[in-house]
Nanobody, 115 residues
Framework: QVQLVESGGGLVQPGGSLRLSCAAS????????MGWYRQAPGKQRELVVV???????NYADSVKGRFTFSRDNAKNTAYLQMNNLKPEDTAVYYC?????????WGQGTQVTVSA
């Protein structure tokens, strides 16, 4: 079983930055695909970024140039550095792992961008 725990969300002003973390625990070994998704109130969950075990990344157009994914495979931890945040980035952010054909999700962390 794989468990994911996100942290790092909070309230930030427009133009500010946050860094989200996602720690994976359980029986999991690299390589695996890892990603961040978000869900705003009244909207469907959407992809923010996904990165394969080989390192190929796909960012949503809305976050390109502002958000950066990184991972520490030794710690089974992924990060999402979010810069120049906008009110439309407000959402619950979820990390996800696809491992041996199964998707695992964290509980989510709230990001609110507001003056």
């Amino acid at each position: 079983q794989v468990q994911l725990v996100e942290s790092g969300g909070g309230l930030v002003q427009p133009g500010g930055s946050l860094r989200l973390s996602c720690a994976a625990s359980g029986s999991i070994f690299s390589p695996y695909t890892m990603g961040w998704y978000r869900q705003a109130p009244g909207k469907q969950r959407e992809l923010v970024v996904v990165v394969t075990g080989a390192g190929y990344s796909n960012y949503a157009d809305s976050v390109k140039g502002r958000f950066t994914f990184s991972r520490d495979n030794a710690k089974n931890t992924a990060y999402l550095q979010m810069n120049n945040l906008k009110p439309e980035d407000t959402a619950v952010y979820y990390c996800q792992i696809r491992y041996l054909g199964t998707d695992y999700w964290g509980q989510g962390t709230q990001v609110t961008v507001s003056a």
